[in-house]
């Protein structure tokens, strides 16, 4: 979605900063030409190095966002394919199954229908407006319930744009409570569909594609779909989905190399159940999924990692192949969660911000085989930092802890992966080199297979090579003509529609 809300002056502005910043790059261009008459042109990543600096001081934060948004990036290997979902994406995708007979119901007032004193917590809240359910489920309420929802495709106007608004996280007295408590749950019947996940999944590969994404590793469900008339499926049968929509010619037009995760909600009472069951799951179907990543509130201490030790150890006497990621320091307390979760076995740890409290797992993971995803917009809107001078991004990157950056719940945050390379530039003056690190990380640690993350490295290293040849030659062309602002970077840095 883009940001709607730009400053009247914004234009001439523009047109003003496009000048000035045509005036420097084009004198940059003639430096570099000189240069090169005179001997061999230096090495691309060499040049390119000096001429983001030079670039950095004297671009506008529009410039700045047009160039890191064509940039070459790698992969993103934090990403929740629900959360992931922009609300105006969610609405249209769920109008489009109707053609498979799915249809939507949403809860658009409360009639008092059921006794006071609900829980609120339960998956499907009674007290909540916006809570979608599936045609099948509708018909199963009795009428004074079914007198509180509308088909989804019959809303209009405000009732539209706040059905729109209850799926993401955009307003200033919003924060963690609402997107653990609110959120997922209304969502509710709509992620259910594994027609639609599959639509989501190649949307997604298509905006990251445009940014310049090469791979994604995204976490989807497998567990509790049906079909439109409410049967269930099957696990492998949501699989054979997920792998028919993935040979389509849009999907591979992406040019997103796509591998998939399975979540477990660590604190729930059965989750040592689940994990066996998803271990097996990504066993049997290793030529798509790759990985069990353990996700959930960490304040939630049901769900501390040494809870699955003896688990996991007891799978892996039987399993071969199967990654694992684990949510682990997204909280703004000291816990050991970060160093528990490698002993689990880990590869990857998701957030890691409260790592900088355990100075010892900090010396472990110092140029070590642990990556951490790092999610800087997810991190401020959830309120793990208050600010981006708490983060200890840049502590991690300068000190050798392999480090990369990815979107978490994009669709919720109303931002894409380009916001985040933005934050890590703004914030922590991020070098060329370092940038190219970030991306280089996502592959060097993707869980593809080794011949898939090498021909990644390899293409990775052609299109840094490319754009090179674009700054000596003609710098304007770097800046991305079809680069739009989301709400996140319209809050945050006033960088909205131009």
């Known amino acids: 979605m883009s940001a709607q809300h730009g400053t009247p002056s914004g234009a001439v502005k ?35 190095a000096g001429w983001f600096e ?48 799915y249809r939507y119901y949403t809860r658009v007032k409360i009639n008092n229908c059921r006794p006071y ?22 018909r199963e309420l009795d009428d004074c319930e079914k007198s509180e929802y509308l088909p989804l495709g019959a809303l209009e106007g405000d009732q539209k744009a706040a059905w729109l608004d209850s799926l993401r996280l955009d307003k200033r007295h919003e924060g963690r409570d609402e997107f653990f408590q609110t959120h997922w749950q209304r969502m509710g019947d709509l992620y259910l569909n594994p027609y639609l996940a599959a639509d989501a999944l190649v949307l997604n590969m298509q905006k990251f594609g445009e940014e310049g994404l090469m791979y994604l ?13 409410g049967s269930a499926l099957t696990p492998d049968a949501v699989a054979d989905i997920y792998r028919q929509r993935l040979r389509d010619p849009d999907a591979i037009a992406t040019g997103v190399e796509v591998r998939l995760q399975v979540a477990i909600l660590r604190f729930l009472p059965g989750a040592e159940k689940t994990l066996r069951f998803l271990y097996a799951f990504v066993a049997r179907n290793n030529d798509l999924f790759v990985a069990v990543n353990m996700v959930g509130r960490e304040d939630n201490d049901k769900g501390y990692p040494l809870r699955f030790l003896s688990t996991l150890r007891d799978l892996r006497r039987t399993h071969h192949g199967v990654r694992l990621s684990i949510h682990a320091g997204e909280v703004d307390e000291p816990n050991f969660h970060v160093r528990d979760t490698l002993l689990l076995g880990a590869d990857r740890i998701g957030h890691g911000v409260n790592l900088i409290t355990d100075p010892d797992t900090m010396r472990l993971m110092r140029h070590g085989p642990y990556l951490v995803e790092i999610n800087l917009v997810s991190n401020l809107l959830l309120e793990y930092v208050s600010d981006y001078s708490q983060h200890p991004f840049p502590e991690y990157l300068r000190t050798g802890i392999p480090v990369a950056l990815s979107t978490d719940d994009r669709g919720m945050w109303d931002s894409n992966l380009t916001d985040e390379f933005f934050v890590a530039v703004k914030e922590f003056n991020l070098s060329w080199p370092e940038l190219m690190t970030l991306s280089r990380n996502s592959l060097l640690h993707a869980f593809a297979p ?16 490319d754009l090179a040849r674009k700054v000596a030659t003609r710098p304007a062309a770097v800046l991305a003509d079809d680069a739009h602002s989301f709400g996140f970077t319209c809050d945050r840095y006033e960088l909205c529609e131009w």
């Not at 045509?22 to 990543?45: D, K, Q, W």
């Not at 898939?452 to 090579?465: C, H, N, T």
């Open 14 to 48: 523009s047109s003003r900063s496009r000048y000035r910043a045509m005036t420097v790059l084009f004198a940059m261009a003639l430096l570099l030409f000189a240069g090169a008459a005179r001997s061999a042109l230096p090495p691309a990543s060499n040049d390119l």
């Open 54 to 101: 030079a670039f950095k001081r004297e671009a506008t934060d529009e410039e700045l966002y047009r160039f890191l948004y064509a940039m070459p990036k790698g992969g993103d290997l934090h990403n929740h394919l629900s959360g992931s979902i922009l609300s105006e994406w969610f609405y249209d995708l769920a109008l489009a199954q109707e053609s498979r007979g």
């Open 117 to 138: 004193g609900g829980n609120a917590f339960t998956e499907s809240p009674y007290l909540m407006l916006f809570v979608n359910v599936q045609e099948s489920r509708y």
């Open 217 to 229: 590793e995204s976490m989807i469900g497998v567990l509790g779909f049906m079909e439109a008339d």
């Open 450 to 465: 080794d011949s898939v993350k090498a021909d990644m490295l390899a293409r990775y290293a052609i299109r840094v090579d």
